[in-house]
């Protein structure tokens, strides 16, 4: 990726710009990560440009939605110190670390403390970019679910990143089934928890890419739960690979996956779940094969979200 001198977007505060030169300047100083030059390769002669996006929301009320384009200068400081800090970090590689320097576009949302809301938050945008971002922070004592079900239709290597940052207390729904038409993406859903909070995670997948999964959450303190339901189907052709990873400590808290792939041997690589840093965490999973002649919304919990959209993909 050529180097970064001026912002992507034509509204950018001098934080950001600061802070995406300071990746690209560092970037070879970090460690590099798995098969990183499937995206680094592509975007190396590439200048960074704005992504074309449709269908990002915006919201004003009990909660806040922007596209984060928008957001970076309305919510300067609360972006400031969380963009890609707490749950994506940009020094953990040299990926990362250009994944922040190309940022083209993406969604922020933003819960207040101690707000329920009984609909969910829904956004389905169709983005060009290689490097989509969203960033969602949701307060203390909250209760939301958010449903992300986006198109992806660069014809590159897409690195798509989803942080979500959850309060004390706060208990978060969050459903992603995105899409992708390159040949090469790394879907990210990576989330910081901080104490007492829940999450549950449903995450699906038929794009026909060579995909990479990567699932993290950090769970700060006592009585933090972070519960997953992960379905992969495969298509014929494509090779996925899924990384969950959990780290924290805590009385009463622990983490579950439960897991449903259906594909060919060799184009489905599923790890099992683990902690990054080996706490005593406690984490256990359930890990399903399907055949290939049966359907895979049939082996889903009948109340499952993902169920739907496997039934309707």
Not at 13 to 21: C, E, I, T, V
Not at 211 to 236: E, I
């Amino acid at each position: 990726m050529a180097d970064l001198n001026s912002a992507i977007w034509q509204q950018e505060p001098g934080w950001l710009q600061k802070k995406r030169q300071l990746a690209t300047l560092l970037r070879a100083r970090f460690p590099q990560q798995d098969n990183q030059d499937d995206w680094l390769g592509g975007w190396k002669d590439e200048q960074p440009k704005a992504g074309q996006a449709t269908g990002l929301i915006t919201h004003s009320g009990d909660y806040v939605a922007q596209p984060l384009s928008q957001a970076v200068n309305e919510y300067s400081e609360m972006l400031q110190e969380n963009l890609m800090e707490k749950a994506i970090f940009w020094q953990d590689g040299q990926l990362n670390a250009a994944h922040l320097a190309g940022i083209d576009s993406g969604q922020f949302i933003y819960v207040p403390n101690e707000t329920t809301l009984t609909a969910p938050i829904e956004f389905a945008p169709t983005q060009d970019g290689e490097n989509p971002h969203n960033v969602i922070i949701v307060g203390a004592g909250s209760q939301v679910t958010i449903q992300e079900t986006a198109q992806m239709t660069s014809s590159g290597a897409v690195y798509a990143g989803t942080e979500l940052l959850v309060g004390n207390g706060a208990t978060v729904t969050y459903h992603q089934f995105n899409r992708f038409a390159g040949k090469r993406a790394l879907q990210a859903v990576h989330i910081y928890q901080a104490q007492g909070s829940k999450v549950h995670l449903e995450y699906g997948q038929t794009s026909a890419t060579d995909l990479t999964t990567s699932l993290y959450s950090f769970l700060d303190g006592q009585q933090t739960q972070w519960t997953a339901d992960v379905a992969l189907r495969v298509p014929g052709g494509a090779h996925y690979e899924c990384r969950p990873v959990l780290d924290g400590y805590g009385q009463g808290t622990a983490g579950h996956l439960n897991f449903w792939g259906q594909a060919a041997p060799t184009d489905l690589q599923v790890d099992h779940l683990k902690t990054g840093s080996g706490e005593p965490l406690a984490i256990t999973e359930q890990v399903k094969r399907v055949a290939p002649e049966n359907a895979i919304a049939d082996a889903l919990p009948t109340a499952s979200w993902l169920k739907n959209k496997f039934e309707h993909a």
